[in-house]
Every structure is written in C-alpha cells, then in structure tokens.
C-alpha cells in the first residue's frame, strides 16, 4: 500500500474512531478480523507443511502465522490503531489455534465455570457466583466451530444426528456440548475447568469443606478399604472430594477408574484409566459404565475407582463391593445420604433385573460402608455436611448414624455462611473392621466440637 493511501485511509479510520461512531467502527473492525481471519486459514493451509518440522513445530507455526496476519493487515486499506492491531491478531490465534472468544477465560485460574449460553451471551463463575461476561461469539456458526475443534481430537461428534456430547480438554476440563435442535437459543458449551492445582486435604480445611478430625476419620477409612460413596448436588465439589479420598490409596495398590469423561487425578502409579464411547454415526460401538465396572472385574483392580453412578451400572458396582472388590470410590448425585440411598435403589432397578426391594436394599447396606455428602452452600462454598455410616439393615430399612454434621447458623454481613461441624460422639461399627487390619484411629475425634 502506498504511503499516501496508507496516510488517507488512517485518516479516515481515526475520524471514525475519535467522531463517536463507535457501531460503525465495531462492525468496520469485525468485518475486517473477518476477512482477515479468512486469508490467514487459506494461507496456513496452504504453507503448514512447510513448518511441521522439528521439535518446536507448534512455535515456529504461531510465529509464521503471526506475519501472516501482519502481511494481511499491511495490505489492507483500513488502517487500525497498534494497540486495536495487536488485539485483532490475539483474537485471530485464539480463534485458528485455541477456543476463540473463551481463550482468555480458559486461562483465568480464578474461574471454575464457563457457560456460553448462545453465541452472544456467555457466564463465568468465579468464587462460587455466577456472573456475565463481554465476550461475545461472531455467530452461532462461530459457536458450534469452537465446540467441533473441543470434541474432536478425542473422536467425540455432534451434530444433528447427535445433538449432545460430553468430552475433555487437554488440560482435563470437563465440558457438555449440546446444539439445535435440542438447544433452542443456539449451541450451549458449558465448561467445569480442571484445576491446575490438585486440592490437598490441608486446602479443603483451609477452606472450611471440612475438619481435621473428619480427615483423619477418613483417611483410616480408604487405608481400612472401606466402600465410600461421595454424594451431593451439581457443582457441590463431590469430584474433588473423590481426589482427595483417592490420594489416601497406598501407592502400590492397582486402581481401575471408570469415568464418563475422564477428569479425575491420582497421582498414584499403578493407575488405569477407562472412559466409556458414545454409538458411532451408525449407532453402534458404545461402550457404557456397566460394560466397563464388569470388565474392570477382570482387569484384577485393588480398588474401583467410578466416576459417577447414574444407571444400571449401579448394580454391577455393589456386586464388586459384595465380592471382594474392597475399598471401592464412586460418587452420586443426592440432596441427603437417604436420598443417595433412594437412588441407588432406582439405578439398579434402570439395570433391567427384577429383584426385590427388599434383596436390594440388603445388597446396598452390604456394600456400602460410608457416605460422605457434600453440599454446596449459598454463598457458593462447599462444606461436608454429613460423614454417615451404614450401619445395616432393620426389618426393611437401611439404618444410618451420623458420625461428623455441618450445621448452619446463618450468615455474616457479606451474606458468607457461618456455621459449625460437629462429632455426634457416636463411635462408628466399622471401627472393628479397622482395628482387625490393624488401623486404629483416636477415639477423641468423635467428641471433638
């Protein structure tokens, strides 16, 4: 471009800029990041190969595409102020390399959700509240690329045939997809960011999820290999508590997890990862949780480690607990631990096998030795409200006993929870099957206020 048409089309850019006409100078630079972005996808196709070379592949190919988009820019007629120039190609490599307009969010380590809810509506959550954000989609086209370049590397698909998808990220986010015609307002994507920092018991007490005494209880109780069942509501922190139960296996112990989408993360060594396959286009090739519990019966585990149970894999999961498979982990979604019960009588019945309310209930208080629920509170924090043992079988009810409950008593002047964990003083049955393996914990815990 010449010097002078350079000098005239500035001048006329700048007296839009400065003049007020902000709508037109949003929709001057979004047709121009438009028409940019395009060129740059054609010449990255075709020059790419050029690059694929060598160990810092990935690099040299951000850096050849970045004076590509300064090439691009040079030869446009509009010209755009440095620090709108440097934006437009931040926002052209997020959108060929990253996830587009969520990049930065992604990247924000104080966000633990991100929701788009249409492609110009997006929320984040951030210490526990949800708030809107200024991100914004070019379209629902732009929308539905994004979720694409998501599921894609771990041979996920959506689309009209398959409107709805769970997948991970890289990092081990977990994210829910689901488009039209199911989602009337455009494609959803809705995003629980994996942490980069793996939460330690020392944190959830820092954080008030829950108390040293119930750690220690805890703790005795995964090395004791007791059954564990962590329940509680969407987004009250059960997977993380899961972590945490989890960190307590002994490291020269086989665990087999099982998960929908794999986010869970032990640290352990001698540890199998299986994730379960949606139907090919042609509606074959699922793999579900219940044919991965059975195989992971033959895959000699010392301990099962299921994500969430949902369905009928519910029942294969107590016949584990039921047949020596000792020390098992999983996780449910429950309002209270009787409702956790409640449900895993439903799931079993989803597995297609009629048995009696009653043989199911003994096959559940058998194998269950422990629920540990979680809520999340309104103020967004997540506390343990109840570590319940199962302590048998009454005529036709499961019995419970609480050992440790989370009591609130109101709130402070920034609206946060007050409240209190306390010990009901009431020593736990399972405290012989402990001491029998030689595990023995502090009585005093259990009258600890």
């Not at 109780?221 to 007791?226: I, R």
Request: aromatic share 4%; with cysteine; proline share 3%.
């Amino acid at each position: 471009m010449s010097l002078s048409r350079r000098l005239s089309a500035q001048s006329v850019f700048e007296n839009q800029f400065l003049g007020g006409r902000e709508e037109i100078n949003t929709t001057i630079l979004s047709e121009l990041k438009l028409r940019v972005h395009r060129r740059v996808v054609d010449a990255i196709g075709k020059e790419k190969g050029k690059w694929l070379l060598g160990k810092d592949a990935g690099k040299k190919i951000e850096e050849e595409t970045i004076k590509i988009i300064n090439q691009i820019l040079d030869d446009e007629v509009t010209v755009i102020p440095r620090s709108e120039r440097q934006k437009m190609i931040e926002e052209i490599l997020d959108d060929v390399f990253g996830y587009g307009p969520i990049q930065n969010l992604l990247h924000d380590n104080t966000i633990s959700e991100v929701m788009v809810n249409s492609y110009g509506n997006v929320y984040i959550e951030r210490h526990g509240r949800i708030s809107l954000t200024n991100v914004k989609f070019r379209d629902n086209a732009h929308v539905l690329q994004i979720i694409e370049r998501m599921v894609a590397p771990i041979g996920r698909r959506i689309d009209e045939s398959s409107p709805m998808v769970d997948a991970r990220l890289p990092d081990g986010s977990r994210v829910n997809a689901i488009i039209p015609p199911l989602a009337l307002n455009g494609p959803c994507i809705t995003i629980r960011k994996f942490s980069n920092n793996a939460f330690t018991t020392g944190a959830l007490i820092n954080n008030q999820t829950l108390t040293a005494p119930m750690v220690e209880l805890l703790q005795a109780c995964v090395l004791g290999k007791l059954n564990i069942m962590v329940s509680g509501g969407t987004g009250s922190g059960k997977t993380t508590t899961l972590n945490v139960l989890s960190s307590f296996i002994p490291n020269d112990e086989r665990i087999i997890t099982i998960e929908d989408a794999a986010e869970l993360q032990l640290r352990q060594e001698h540890v199998v990862t299986l994730e379960t396959r949606p139907a090919n286009i042609e509606g074959k090739g699922a793999i579900s949780m219940r044919d991965l519990v059975r195989n992971a019966l033959r895959m000699r585990p010392d301990r099962i480690v299921v994500g969430e149970v949902r369905g009928g894999e519910a029942l294969d999961m107590l016949q584990a607990m039921n047949t020596g498979h000792d020390g098992s982990l999983t996780t449910a979604h429950a309002n209270t631990p009787r409702d956790v019960l409640s449900r895993l009588e439903t799931m079993v019945l989803m597995a297609g096998v009629e048995l009696p309310m009653r043989a199911i209930r003994e096959q559940i208080s058998a194998a269950i030795d422990l629920i540990v629920h979680q809520s999340r509170l309104r103020d967004g924090s997540r506390r343990i409200t109840h570590v319940t043992e199962v302590q048998g079988m009454e005529g036709n009810i499961i019995t419970l006993q609480d050992i440790f409950e989370y009591q609130q008593l109101g709130v402070d002047e920034n609206n946060k929870a007050i409240g209190k964990f306390t010990a009901t003083g009431i020593r736990p049955k399972f405290l012989e099957k402990l001491s029998a393996v030689g595990i023995h914990v502090n009585n005093e815990i259990f009258w600890t206020k």
